[in-house]
T-cell receptor
Framework: DGGITQSPKYLFRKEGQNVTLSCEQN?????MYWYRQDPGQGLRLIYY???????QKGDIAEGYSVSREKKESFPLTVTSAQKNPTAFYLC????????????FGPGTRLTVT | DQQVKQNSPSLSVQEGRISILNCDYT??????FLWYKKYPAEGPTFLIS?????DKNEDGRFTVFLNKSAKHLSLHIVPSQPGDSAVYFC?????????????FGKGTKLSVIP
């Protein structure tokens, strides 16, 4: 079954700790994306990657970092510099960066206390 | 500045009736529009899309209408079913440079009452 997996589904961390969220896809898609959703808000783009070893900042990249060492994987690190890290994080992919339709994983709910 | 607006946070409809979800946009550079459906604690699922060169696209019970002059699009669900109860996000994409980015509205929560 092709798809996007995100793990874990729920994650709890203490303030001041870095945490890495996993995103893996087996759709052979070139482009991958990270979004953040807050209650009552739409999705906001954090980072995106068009190809392996390349990534670009989205609208709200401050306090986050990513890597794209493999086509299938696009992990997101939420650093201690992110002021409001508690949110629902969604990973998505598309066939290419010029493909309009993005397909989403199930999400990770991060709670930082 | 919110470029994609869904002004109704929620909508309730009786089963079997039509659901109409609305979306307005301000950026005239947007040329492709998508609707996503999202259940709680899950990722959004792509539902239907429309290019700016069209004014209507239909897929089964779902139809999206685009009025470019009014910068308005709507999603019609006929007939509505209880399983349609979810949050619906409108998203817009501008072609060319920066085509990677989808701009999302805040969503409309649809409740279909049996």
């Amino acid at each position: 079954d092709g798809g996007i997996t995100q793990s874990p589904k729920y994650l709890f961390r203490k303030e001041g700790q870095n945490v890495t969220l996993s995103c893996e896809q087996n759709l052979n898609h070139d482009a991958m994306y990270w979004y953040r959703q807050d209650p009552g808000q739409g999705l906001r783009l954090i980072y995106y990657s068009q190809i392996v070893n390349d990534f670009q900042k989205g609208d709200i990249a401050e306090g986050y970092s990513v890597s794209r060492e493999k086509k299938e994987s696009f992990p997101l690190t939420v650093t201690s510099a992110q002021k409001n890290p508690t949110a629902f994080y969604l990973c998505a992919s598309s066939i290419s960066s010029s493909s309009y339709e993005q397909y989403f994983g199930p999400g990770t709910r991060l709670t930082v206390t | 500045d919110q470029q994609v607006k869904q002004n109704s946070p929620s909508l309730s409809v009786q089963e079997g009736r039509i659901s109409i979800l609305n979306c307005d946009y301000t950026n005239s550079m947007f040329d492709y529009f998508l609707w996503y459906k999202k259940y709680p604690a899950e990722g959004p699922t792509f539902l239907i899309s429309i290019s700016s060169i069209k004014d209507k696209n239909e897929d089964g019970r779902f139809t999206v209408f685009l009025n470019k002059s009014a910068k308005h699009l709507s999603l019609h669900i006929v007939p509505s079913q209880p399983g349609d109860s979810a949050v619906y996000f409108c998203a817009a994409n501008r072609g060319g440079a920066g085509s990677y980015q989808l701009t999302f509205g805040k969503g409309t929560k649809l409740s279909v009452i049996p």
